[in-house]
C-alpha cells in the first residue's frame, strides 16, 4: 500500500489526470483487498478457530498478496515509462484540415429556411392499458 500511495501522490504531481485516475483506481481496489485480508488476519489470530478456518483463511490472505501484488504491477503500468507500450493510452484522432463546402451548419445568406412544421393533432394514447 506504500508504493501504491507513492506511486498515486507521483500521477497527482504529474498533472495527467488519466495517469491519476488508473493509479487511483488501482489503489481502490487494493483498499478493499486489504478490507478482506484483515478480516481472515482475525480468523488466524482467533485462538477459538479451528483448523479448517485457519487453513482457509491462510489460503485467502495468499489470494489477497497475490492480488495486491498484481495491483501494485498495473499501477507501475500506468506510469510513463510504459505508456509507450500500451496501444490503448494514446489518444489521437485524425480530422481534416479543411471545412467541407456543403456544411449543413453553416448559415449561407441565399437560402431562407423555413421552421419546422408543428403537427396539430394532440397525442395519441397508448391502446394498452
Avoid at 54 to 79: D, P, T, W
Avoid at 87 to 92: I, K, L
Wanted: aromatic letters at 0%; proline letters at 7%; hydrophobic letters at 35%.
Amino acid at each position: 500500500m506504500t508504493e501504491l500511495g507513492t506511486l498515486l501522490t507521483r500521477a497527482r504531481q504529474s498533472g495527467d489526470m488519466g495517469r491519476t485516475a488508473c493509479v487511483q483506481d488501482k489503489h481502490d481496489r487494493a483498499e478493499i483487498v486489504l478490507e478482506v485480508a484483515t478480516g481472515e488476519l482475525l480468523v488466524l489470530q482467533d485462538s477459538s478457530a479451528d483448523g479448517q478456518s485457519r487453513a482457509f483463511a491462510g489460503e485467502k490472505l495468499g489470494e489477497a498478496a497475490e492480488r495486491i501484488s498484481g495491483l501494485v504491477g498495473q499501477a507501475r503500468a500506468c506510469q510513463g515509462d510504459q505508456e509507450q507500450k500500451r496501444s490503448d493510452a494514446q489518444n489521437t484522432a485524425n480530422q481534416p484540415k479543411t471545412v467541407i463546402p456543403t456544411d449543413p451548419t453553416s448559415s449561407s445568406a441565399g437560402i431562407q429556411r423555413l421552421p419546422p412544421r408543428i403537427d396539430p393533432r394532440p397525442p395519441v394514447a397508448s391502446p394498452v392499458i
